[in-house]
């Protein structure tokens, strides 16, 4: 990937590494030779920024039960290979390093850094942790798992220089919400350990309302168009032309709509809107518990309809069309002639053959998921969410299944009804499962996610949810969870 700026430590280092992975060596044999170049993107020519005055950040303020003083930890940032970072580490460091990768940051040319929402729980338990704004925004996969890689692999420079001399981790995990669910589980993937410039051996990942089917989530959002438009009749227009003809499309199926300053606002369904609402629910993971309330208020559906659309090329991540549905089936519950009807009708998208292949530069443009891991994983997704939908841990398990690494894979189901509306319980509960599984070798419980019936149960998802809620919890989910757990409570126990 390119960065924004060179750095001569990182090039040393990705050129050792190249190195190492090719069977060379310093001792005077021939050099390997670098990286052939291949053809440019649009994104190649994006400038993006990141803050080079940023040398520390904030402590955490004190919560009752912290188990140290939060305020006493190390704590640095700066700029690494183009990209800003921050570095907590607490007195008592328990030699483990937990790498966060946070989620989509839109087109922006300013770069930012996220602390992890599991801070407190890191610094109380003894982890350091380390987090990248990445060198490039936009959907930009490939610059979240190197410039995360790179981050890890500088930690104890970076502490060094801080004024903290650091052993070696004992053991790095990697941690991420949404695209950076993503960046977690291609970081683990053997396609990246083999293809990355920067390589770090992750002992274990915990991906949370991630993109784990990688480009099919691109696929849902074309098939979700393509579906909206057939059944409001309106002409296969390019998905280009998406902005141009979706107030038709809304006006048809939709009673009521947020605007995108009020995202939040109810949702109406029309009569006509019916046979779509099913189409969704069954695109983003079939029936199931806090589908119809994450429409109805959840707030994550207006994101996709104002995602629709575009040349399939990601926003210019990709030179060419990687947007296919030829594999969607559109159903709609009772209604057999519908669905047969509506499957004819619905445009069929195909890929360009080559539009995310395997480079000969590194990682591919978006890197896969492609279920081909050896470390513990527990992945945890919310139910309604319908921006990166549940159907996303759907694909992931088949793909593990594929791969014969599902026996490495947890799953947990919870019951928020927005993307990424965890609370900081719910979220710990996981890194803490995949934590001991991988130390102690004692797999954790988790959900199945395939079997259709099951997730339909009224009960499904009860197991791992935790309603309480906490110091630290994120505006999404202080808002919505008190009202969904209202309104679809699981039984006491």
């Known amino acids: 990937m390119l960065f924004s700026r060179p750095n001569p430590v990182l090039a040393t280092l990705a050129a050792s ?3 190492a992975a090719c069977g060379g060596s310093d001792d005077g044999a021939a050099p390997t030779p670098p990286p052939v170049a291949e053809e440019t993107r649009p994104h190649d020519s994006r400038v ?7 040398t520390s950040f904030d402590a955490m303020a004190p919560a009752a039960g912290d188990a140290i003083d939060v305020a006493t930890t190390s704590r640095w940032a700066g700029v690494l290979g183009g990209a800003g970072y921050r570095v907590e580490v607490p007195a008592n460091w328990n030699g483990v390093l937990v790498m966060y990768a946070h989620g989509y940051r839109g087109e922006g040319s300013e770069l930012t850094v996220s602390n992890p929402s599991i801070r407190r729980h890191l610094i109380n338990q003894g982890y350091a942790w380390a987090a990248s704004s990445y060198s490039r925004n936009y ?5 979240g798992v190197e410039d995360t890689n790179a981050l890890a692999l500088q930690f104890g420079a970076i502490a060094k220089a801080g004024g903290r001399t650091l052993a070696t981790p004992s053991k790095i995990y990697i941690t991420g919400h949404s695209m950076g669910g993503h960046i977690a589980g291609a970081a683990i993937e053997a396609e990246t350990q083999a293809t990355a410039r920067n390589k770090v051996s992750y002992a274990g990942a915990v991906p949370m309302c991630g993109v784990m089917g990688d480009t099919e989530l691109f696929n849902i959002f074309a098939g979700i168009q393509m579906s909206a438009q057939a059944l409001t009749g309106i002409p296969n ?11 038709l499309v809304t006006g048809t199926l939709f009673s009521s709509f947020p605007t995108p300053t ?7 369904v029309t009569t006509a809107g019916m046979p779509f609402a099913s189409v969704l629910m069954n695109l983003t993971g079939g029936p199931r518990p806090m589908f119809d309330l994450g429409l109805a208020f959840g707030g994550s559906f207006p ?10 090329s990601i926003t210019g991540i990709l030179n060419r069309n990687v947007l296919d549905t030829n594999a969607l089936t559109y159903t709609i519950l009772g209604d057999t002639a519908g669905s047969l009807a509506l499957n004819a009708a619905a445009q069929k998208l195909t890929a360009a ?12 443009w978006i890197p896969k998921v492609n279920g081909e891991f050896s470390v513990p994983v527990v992945s945890i997704h919310t139910l309604g969410d319908l921006f990166v939908p549940f159907s996303m841990q759907q694909v992931y398990a088949q793909r593990a299944t594929a791969k014969g690494s599902s026996g490495m894979l947890v799953q947990r189901a919870i019951r928020g009804v927005s993307h990424c509306d965890f609370t900081v319980a719910e979220e710990v509960n996981a890194f803490e499962a995949m934590v001991v599984w991988e130390r102690d070798k004692i797999k954790p419980e988790g ?3 395939r079997d259709m019936a099951t997730v339909a149960a009224p009960t499904y998802g009860c197991k791992f949810t935790v309603n309480t809620l906490g110091p630290d919890e994120n505006g999404v989910t202080l808002a919505l969870r008190p009202t969904a757990a209202a309104l679809r409570s699981c039984p006491s126990t």
């Open 17 to 19: 590494v190249l190195l």
């Open 262 to 268: 009020d995202p939040y606002a109810q949702i109406g």
């Open 447 to 449: 959900d199945d996610v």
């Open 303 to 312: 994101s996709v309809w104002g995602a629709l659309g575009g040349d399939g």
């Open 237 to 247: 227009y390019p998905s280009a032309l998406w902005p141009e003809i979706s107030g």
């Open 48 to 54: 993006f920024t990141a803050d080079a005055t940023a």
């Open 139 to 143: 959907y930009d996969v490939r610059a």
């Open 353 to 364: 053959a080559d539009a995310n292949r395997l480079r000969t530069d590194g990682l591919r």
